[in-house]
């Protein structure tokens, strides 16, 4: 059979997900970005947040990008009638995202089975690094952790130096938030079609794992083994690596396949460096990345960037975050966006029947409860604030 949303919505935002309805229980990193995510896409997300604010923040609420798009709402969950108001939301919702341990929202009364009896179609998302499960799912940790242990950092980097950690990229967001909001989507599909809900366990290391299905290919196929800086992609090729300039910046070469080299060897000709050794010669390849970093240092960025800017050689600057800013090409396609007194990035992807649009700014901790929990259909707001269980900041 199929079924509507438990409470639908009014499509009033735009977006392809106009009409879902989420529960955040506010948390840090892959949460709120997965959060931030489905809201960007049209989701009307509301978010649950301690009054205290959330343990560990970058910045003020009011300025974390990870917080747009939704209200702000204050509950108190250790409050008489707390947890009963976060169910009555769940009641409402087509999501809930959480990324507490293991069992923690079970010792609240917010456990899946709880949440699904309240709710049989809901979609309950959880976010944690080890997964809900396995003998680390109880033990604390961070990124650089998790990519560890599911084999993704001991590849990346230099072959002389150690792990290259890529922020928090990889992981926290790579394998953690993006695969949270895939799951959901594709529980809600499930759970339309057929009006039951179950749990998404969204671990970090299982998405990283997930993740690296191409270096696993590589590696149990002997086209590179293993190590770190010894793939074709991880260093090991000079016609894929990085140069620095003459005035201390670096160009990103590219020309993996032989089309795009003969570009590069063309433009490097006409600029006055010809005869690269042969790199279809892998005793070359030394002496190929000897010569491109003597190349690439006669020059500024700019200028090399003008030399290959539009062409098929596959090279480019590597641009800092405040100037990728306003990177021309980031520029024409809106990548990044000035709202809210931020320079932000744009919703992604992009949709031609349903465009996503940045909606609202991100919301002081409790500025919305008001609001919000009416707008929900949570009737007697005005008493739940005057109790302590809802918290609006003025």
Request: charged share 20%.
């Given at each position: 059979?199929?079924?509507?949303?438990?409470?639908?919505?009014?499509?009033?935002?735009?977006?392809?997900?106009?009409g879902?309805?989420?529960?955040?229980?506010?948390?840090?990193?892959?949460g709120?970005?997965?959060?931030?995510?489905l809201?960007?896409?049209?989701?009307?997300?509301?978010?649950?947040?301690?009054p205290?604010?959330?343990g560990?923040?970058?910045?003020?609420?009011?300025?974390?990008?990870?917080?747009?798009?939704r209200?702000?709402?204050?509950?108190?969950?250790?409050?008489?009638?707390g947890?009963?108001?976060?169910?009555?939301?769940?009641?409402?919702?087509?999501?809930?995202?959480?990324?507490y341990?293991?069992?923690?929202?079970?010792?609240?009364?917010?456990g899946?089975?709880?949440?699904?009896e309240?709710?049989?179609?809901?979609v309950?998302?959880?976010?944690?690094?080890?997964?809900?499960d396995?003998?680390?799912?109880?033990?604390?940790?961070?990124?650089?952790?998790y990519?560890?242990?599911?084999?993704?950092?001991?590849?990346?980097?230099?072959?002389?130096?150690?792990?290259?950690?890529?922020?928090?990229?990889?992981?926290?967001?790579?394998?953690?938030?993006?695969?949270?909001?895939a799951?959901?989507?594709?529980a809600?599909?499930?759970?339309?079609?057929?009006?039951?809900?179950?749990?998404?366990?969204?671990?970090?290391?299982?998405?990283?794992?997930?993740?690296?299905?191409?270096?696993?290919?590589?590696?149990?196929?002997?086209?590179?083994?293993?190590?770190?800086?010894t793939?074709?992609?991880?260093?090991?090729?000079?016609?894929?690596?990085?140069?620095?300039?003459?005035?201390?910046?670096?160009?990103?070469?590219g020309?993996?396949e032989?089309?795009?080299?003969?570009?590069?060897e063309?433009?490097?000709?006409?600029?006055?460096?010809?005869?690269?050794?042969?790199?279809n010669?892998?005793?070359?390849?030394?002496?190929?990345?000897?010569r491109?970093?003597?190349?690439?240092?006669?020059?500024?960025?700019?200028?090399?960037?003008?030399?290959?800017?539009?062409?098929?050689?596959?090279?480019?600057?590597?641009?800092?975050?405040?100037?990728?800013?306003?990177?021309?090409?980031?520029?024409a396609?809106?990548?990044?966006?000035?709202?809210?007194?931020l320079?932000?990035?744009?919703?992604?992807?992009?949709?031609?029947?349903?465009?996503?649009?940045l909606?609202?700014?991100?919301?002081?901790?409790?500025?919305?409860?008001?609001?919000?929990?009416?707008?929900?259909?949570i009737?007697?707001?005005?008493?739940?604030?005057?109790?302590?269980?809802?918290?609006?900041?003025d």
């Open positions: 059979m199929t079924i509507d949303s438990p409470t639908p919505s009014s499509p009033s935002r735009p977006g392809p997900l106009a879902v309805r989420v529960v955040e229980l506010a948390g840090i990193g892959p709120p970005f997965a959060a931030m995510m809201a960007d896409l049209g989701a009307e997300v509301i978010r649950v947040d301690r205290q604010g959330p560990l923040s970058l910045a003020p609420a009011e300025r974390d990008i990870l917080g747009r798009g209200p702000s709402v204050a509950i108190d969950l250790k409050a008489e009638g947890i009963d108001l976060v169910l009555d939301l769940v009641a409402k919702a087509d999501i809930l995202l959480e990324g341990r293991p069992g923690v929202t079970e010792r609240l009364g917010l899946p089975d709880v949440c699904l309240r709710n049989p179609a809901l309950y998302g959880r976010m944690t690094g080890w997964g809900q396995g003998p680390l799912s109880q033990s604390a940790g961070h990124d650089i952790n990519i560890s242990v599911a084999g993704g950092l001991e590849s990346l980097g230099r072959r002389d130096a150690g792990p290259a950690f890529p922020q928090n990229l990889l992981g926290d967001f790579g394998g953690g938030s993006l695969y949270l909001v799951g959901c989507l594709a809600l599909t499930h759970a339309r079609s057929t009006g039951q809900g179950q749990v998404v366990d969204a671990a970090i290391t299982d998405g990283v794992a997930h993740l690296m299905a191409m270096a696993v290919t590589m590696q149990q196929n002997q086209v590179w083994d293993g190590r770190r800086g793939s074709i992609l991880g260093g090991a090729a000079p016609f894929y690596d990085v140069y620095e300039t003459s005035d201390g910046r670096w160009m990103s070469v020309g993996l032989p089309q795009f080299w003969d570009a590069t063309k433009l490097l000709a006409e600029a006055g460096f010809a005869d690269l050794p042969d790199r010669d892998p005793t070359q390849w030394r002496a190929l990345r000897t491109l970093a003597e190349v690439f240092a006669a020059r500024t960025q700019a200028e090399w960037a003008e030399i290959f800017e539009g062409t098929d050689a596959c090279i480019a600057p590597v641009v800092p975050l405040v100037e990728a800013y306003e990177h021309p090409h980031n520029v396609r809106g990548t990044y966006v000035e709202r809210d007194g320079t932000q990035p744009a919703p992604a992807p992009r949709f031609s029947a349903t465009p996503a649009e909606t609202t700014a991100p919301s002081r901790t409790g500025a919305d409860t008001r609001a919000a929990l009416s707008a929900w259909g009737d007697d707001v005005d008493g739940l604030v005057a109790r302590g269980v809802a918290v609006q900041n």
